[in-house]
């Protein structure tokens, strides 16, 4: 019996935990091995936010990729290329629901798909978007930190700033947070 020929589907990756993870470390060393040993061409996409855009992806520990960010799934449907093997989203808890959608369309038609986010907002609750996505996939890899307090396992992001009464934005940077145990987190109220 001849099998007929599938026609090739692309895998969605998530990296995704609390900050301190190195969910960009694992996003970046990925695409760079795949670069450099499979002569795979990636593009690397932000959200667009306030306090981040930089037009670059960076570890902690140093590895750095350019990223385009975008702010509509508008927006990033001109800027796909079809032709590229991988399409990857860095901090992709900030980018709209719908991105969901895109992401299983890509997958779809044959392109890998990556994605690093935080898995748990300040408040302990799931980031929707994040939980969504891993929902698309068996790849998903959650990652931990260690907890500042006690050296323990940390899956939480301990907001240190004080929330903004007017509703403005918080600045999202390392200062602002620690990773923390789930008996050292205190959620914002
Ligand atoms: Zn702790």
């Known amino acids: 019996m001849t099998l007929r020929a599938l026609p090739k589907v692309g895998v969605i990756t998530v990296y995704c935990g609390p900050m301190f993870s190195g969910k960009s470390e694992a996003l970046l060393s ?5 670069r450099d040993h499979g002569r795979q061409r990636f593009q690397l996409f932000n959200p667009r936010t306030n306090t981040r855009d930089r037009g670059v992806c960076q570890s902690r520990k140093g590895l750095e990729e350019p990223s385009v960010s975008f702010e509509t799934i508008a927006e990033l449907h001109d800027l796909i290329d079809p032709e590229a093997n991988v399409i990857a989203f860095d901090e992709v808890q900030f980018a709209p ?5 895109l992401i299983v369309a890509l997958r779809d038609r044959g392109q890998d798909v ?3 986010g935080l898995d748990y907002d300040f408040y302990g609750l799931p980031f929707p978007v994040v939980a ?3 929902n698309t996939t068996q790849d998903v890899h959650r ?3 260690w907890c500042t307090q006690c050296g323990d396992r940390a899956h939480w992001s ?3 700033a004080q929330l903004p ?3 403005g934005n918080i600045v999202i940077g390392d200062d602002e947070y620690e990773a ?4 050292h987190f205190t959620p914002k109220p």
């Open 143 to 145: 990652r931990h930190a």
């Open 30 to 34: 990925d695409l760079r091995l795949r």
């Open 97 to 101: 629901r719908e991105i969901v959608r």
């Open 114 to 116: 990556i994605v690093a």
């Open 132 to 134: 969504e996505i891993a």
């Open 165 to 167: 009464t007017d509703g």
């Open 180 to 183: 923390r145990c789930f008996a």
């Open 158 to 160: 301990q907001l240190l």
